[in-house]
């Protein structure tokens, strides 16, 4: 029930494109869902995050979509750029646990020039 | 403004050896979690440190330990090396009002031969 699935596991898009990352949890009581680049030798950093209490949010050229009743969560990159080639983490938490996140598996995303 | 720094960056520990991970948090923050990172997967939650006790583990043996200073900085311990615990060893920190926002450092890579 802890667990986050993400998929695909890589990626590959255009430059211009739109990347889109699936992810997927089974814990009901999650209440925080984050999403965090990171490129190798780097740690990850926050990109974008939602409330199960709204259904989108938008932040620049990055949008998460939330479908509570699926269960299901999703980043999408607009106008995707070969300086957004990294691996992307899915994760979620409940706020009052504090900074105890189950991660997905990741997704490495190239972006072809 | 220095972020999570994280010491030593790279280490070759022996199967049986213990090592100590060393973490400085961002100035200001006083909340300190660590998570290790396999080779292509996602960070698992290892434990978080608050006013220099233990809050929250996660599913690590207690050859894992840990400990936070009065200055925020903390350490991670492991014992008993196993060739399984080598990957990298995050450490993220976070502080009042930023809620679940944590902020990670570039890490330790720990290989155990």
């Known amino acids: 029930q802890q667990q986050v699935k993400q998929s695909p596991q890589s990626l590959i898009v255009q430059k211009g494109g739109i990347s889109i990352i699936n992810c997927a949890y089974e814990n009901t009581a999650f209440d925080y869902f984050p999403w965090y680049q990171q490129f190798p030798g780097k740690g990850p950093a926050l990109l974008i995050a939602i409330r199960p209490d709204v259904s989108e949010k938008k932040e620049g050229r990055f949008t998460i979509s939330f479908n509570k009743s699926a269960k299901q969560f999703s980043l999408h990159i607009m106008d995707s750029q070969p300086g957004d080639s990294a691996t992307y983490f899915c994760a979620a938490s409940i706020l009052d646990y504090g900074q105890n996140f189950v991660f997905g598996p990741g997704t490495r995303l190239s972006v072809l020039p | 403004d220095a972020g999570v720094t994280q010491s030593p960056t790279h280490l070759i520990k022996t199967r049986g050896q213990q090592v100590t991970l060393r973490c400085s948090p961002k100035?200001?923050?006083?909340?300190v979690s660590w998570y290790q990172q396999a080779l292509g997967q996602g960070p698992q939650f290892i434990f978080q440190?608050?006013?220099?006790?233990?809050?929250q583990r996660g599913n690590f043996p207690d050859r894992f330990s840990g400990h936070q200073f009065p200055n925020y900085s903390s350490e991670l311990n492991v014992n008993a090396l196993l060739l399984g615990d080598s990957a990298l060893y995050l450490c993220?920190?976070?502080?009042?009002?930023?809620?679940?926002?944590?902020?990670f450092g570039e890490g330790s890579w720990l290989t155990v031969v």
């Open positions: 993220a920190s976070t502080g009042k009002g930023l809620g679940n926002t944590i902020y």
């Open positions: 100035s200001g923050h006083d909340t």
């Open positions: 440190y608050y006013e220099e006790e233990e809050r």
